[in-house]
């Protein structure tokens, strides 16, 4: 039967029980003498993972969904398309308030029938690791590929994948929401720290 053991190495290079767990498993299962073969990692320093999670509040604590219930894009084709109509002899300014009335036609129904905007945070760490850079490409079975952010978990990564992680995270988040509140990357760090103390 496989046991995960955290070990410490000690200076004449003997491994440690690191957690009570790991001592009542080796008293308690491997009997004396046994011979243990396994596969070392060496884990990530946590006092990291809970500061890029401290850098995920800040982000998420100043981030305020914004837009309605028309995205972006929706917006774009719409708007994209009176124009192209107006290429061909229409009012383009005419064309545009119609598009616009349109688009404010459809948010209204859509929060009629319960779309409404809110605040996840999963799916705001989701977004964050996947601008990062830290995801999988999916193909769906009708074709649209879909990026899905790798696992962050301390058995999925070693601490130099997870600091390059925590740097382009930053930069994401420096990018798309820090930056309007803190004079620099520093000052937002520094702000996440304090976070990270009040949260014990």
Same mark, same amino acid.
């Given at each position: ?52 999670? +401290? =850098? !995920?509040?800040?982000?998420?604590? *100043?981030? @305020? ?7 972006? $894009?929706?917006?774009? /084709? ?15 300014? +005419? =064309? !545009?308030?119609?598009?616009?009335? *349109?688009? @404010? ?7 009629? $029938?319960?779309?409404? /905007? ?83």
């Amino acid at each position: 039967m496989a046991h995960e053991l955290q070990l410490i190495k000690q200076s004449s290079g003997i491994l440690i029980p690191a957690t009570q767990e790991t001592s009542d498993i080796l008293q308690s299962k491997i009997k004396l003498g046994a011979v243990l073969v396994a596969e070392f990692r060496q884990v990530r320093n946590p006092a990291f993972h809970r500061r890029f999670f +401290a =850098l !995920l509040n800040l982000g998420f604590e *100043y981030w @305020e969904p914004t837009g309605g219930a028309i995205s972006a $894009n929706e917006r774009k /084709l719409v708007n994209g398309y009176a124009k192209f109509l107006a290429a061909y002899g229409g009012n383009e300014s +005419a =064309l !545009l308030d119609a598009a616009e009335q *349109y688009l @404010e036609q459809i948010a209204n129904r859509r929060l009629t $029938n319960g779309i409404s /905007l809110c605040k996840s945070f999963d799916a705001y760490r989701a977004w964050v690791t996947v601008e990062a850079g830290h995801y999988d490409a999916i193909q769906l079975p009708d074709g649209t590929l879909r990026k899905h952010p790798r696992s962050i978990a301390f058995s999925s990564m070693d601490e130099v994948e997870f600091q390059q992680l925590y740097k382009s995270a930053l930069d994401v988040l420096w990018r798309w929401i820090l930056s309007r509140t803190f004079r620099t990357q520093r000052e937002a760090e520094n702000a996440a720290a304090q976070l990270m103390s009040f949260a014990g």
